[in-house]
């Protein structure tokens, strides 16, 4: 079915508004802990907030971060509009968390966002994704190393589950995940980038 240009406007807009709502922010004022943004890594992700010292606040944020990529593309799928009109609408998700109108353009580095939005475009994309940040944790304790290689390998997932036209929009939010971790490849690279657990 085909939908028109207005259509896939106001899903995007709205994709982009939900990724928008930083949980990060959210969680840690509802929490009484410090701003994301101005303490720890001044990242207002999950693993900053966990570094402030809040697991439970810490899996509040993954989940809203998680639900921000599922909801929209969950939706869209579910109508049926094509891969492109998808892709669009991940996309539109996935740069709201990174670029949120509501917190001056300041946003996380969006792999949670991301994660979500694999999930609903496929339950074993989402789990290979998650599969790979899981073993990569686990075996060196490194977030960020973790994130990157989820990153690298998501393309080639989804190529390998769906098709080149899912592989696209996802290869292009892996590449901003990549850009968005350039600080923390070069401290992968330098033997400086903390371990998960370590102050």
């Not at 693993?47 to 697991?55: A, D, E, P, S």
Request: hydrophobic share 55%.
């Amino acid at each position: 079915m085909k939908y028109s240009m207005l259509t896939l406007i106001v899903f995007c807009l709205l994709a982009y508004a939900i990724g928008s709502l930083s949980s990060a922010v959210i969680v840690c004022r509802l929490a009484g802990l410090p701003d994301p943004r101005t303490a720890g890594s001044k990242n207002p992700g999950t693993t900053n907030v966990l570094r402030l010292g809040n697991k439970k606040a810490a899996i509040a944020t993954l989940l809203g971060d998680v639900l921000k990529g599922f909801i929209p593309v969950f939706i869209v799928m579910h109508i049926n509009p094509g891969a492109q009109f998808v892709g669009l609408v991940m996309l539109s998700a996935f740069l709201g968390h990174v670029y949120p109108i509501f917190f001056a353009f300041k946003g996380g580095k969006g792999v949670a966002t991301a994660v979500g939005t694999l999930l609903a475009l496929s339950i074993p994309l989402g789990l290979l994704s998650v599969g790979t940040w899981g073993i990569i944790v686990y075996c060196f304790r490194i977030s960020s190393l973790a994130a990157l290689s989820a990153a690298l390998l998501a393309p080639i997932y989804t190529f390998w589950l769906l098709n080149i036209q899912y592989a696209i929009p996802v290869f292009i939010m892996s590449a901003f995940l990549l850009w968005r971790h350039r600080a923390n490849i070069q401290r992968l690279l330098q033997g400086t980038e903390p371990k998960i657990g370590s102050s």
